[in-house]
T-cell receptor
């Protein structure tokens, strides 16, 4: 299992502020997924990034995949209470599709 | 249909009980997964089935027994569990061996072992 670091572990911000979550590794990944999970529910897939340097936007969420495909970030602009949740990065680690999950970032957005 | 369903939503069982968790998907995916998730932790992979055959067992104790009756269904049979097995059990599915490897998760079964 490759070393995968997700930071920060916890973020508490006010509605309207911006935030960034980071996912870093020394390994190269063929693809990486970001999920959001709410308490008592399963993770919901937000995006998959595949190409080095790729940037994807999903409304107020911007996802980047590093040029070397070793790191990724998630940026939320003007956060809303509905963005509250556990954000998980999960690179694909083998040809069968096995994912390695980061430790997760708990985001709390207060009105 | 892009949904993975899991039943039951909640399960409470004693250490001597036998119970089963069920998972179903109708997306035509040929890989299905069981994960265990403890509070404030990421999901931990338990088993992977690919084309209805067990391809990965992450050294899970034998009190957990997976079964894949067909390409749409995945079961997890539970017997003689311990209180530390209490967790959220997640099922997921995907198309195997694709570059993107996107997995789609069900809502989970919240298991409590008394």
């Amino acid at each position: 299992t490759q070393l995968l670091e997700q930071s920060p572990q916890f973020l508490s911000i006010q509605e309207g502020e911006n935030l960034t979550v980071y996912c870093n590794s020394s390994s190269v990944f063929s693809s990486l997924q970001w999920y959001r999970q709410e308490p008592g529910e399963g993770p919901v897939l937000l995006v998959t990034v595949v190409t080095g340097g790729e940037v994807k936007k999903l409304k107020r969420l911007t996802f980047q995949f590093g040029d070397a495909r070793k790191d990724s970030s998630l940026h939320i602009t003007a956060a809303q209470p509905g963005d509250t949740g556990l954000y998980l990065c999960a690179p694909k680690t083998d040809s069968w599709g096995k994912l390695q999950f980061g430790a997760g970032t708990q985001v709390v957005v207060t009105p | 249909d892009t949904e993975v369903t899991q039943t039951p939503k909640h399960l409470v069982m004693g250490m001597t009980n036998k119970k089963s968790l069920k998972c179903e998907q109708h997306m035509g995916h040929r890989a299905m997964y069981w994960y265990k998730q403890k509070a404030k932790k990421p999901p931990e992979l338990m088993f992977v089935y690919s084309y209805e055959k067990l391809s990965i067992n992450e050294s899970v104790p034998s009190r957990f027994s997976p079964e894949c009756p067909n390409s749409s269904l995945l079961n997890l049979h539970l017997h003689a569990l311990q209180p530390e097995d209490s967790a959220l059990y997640l099922c997921a599915s995907s198309q195997p061996r694709l570059l993107r490897g996107e997995q789609f998760f069900g809502p989970g079964t919240r298991l409590t072992v008394l």
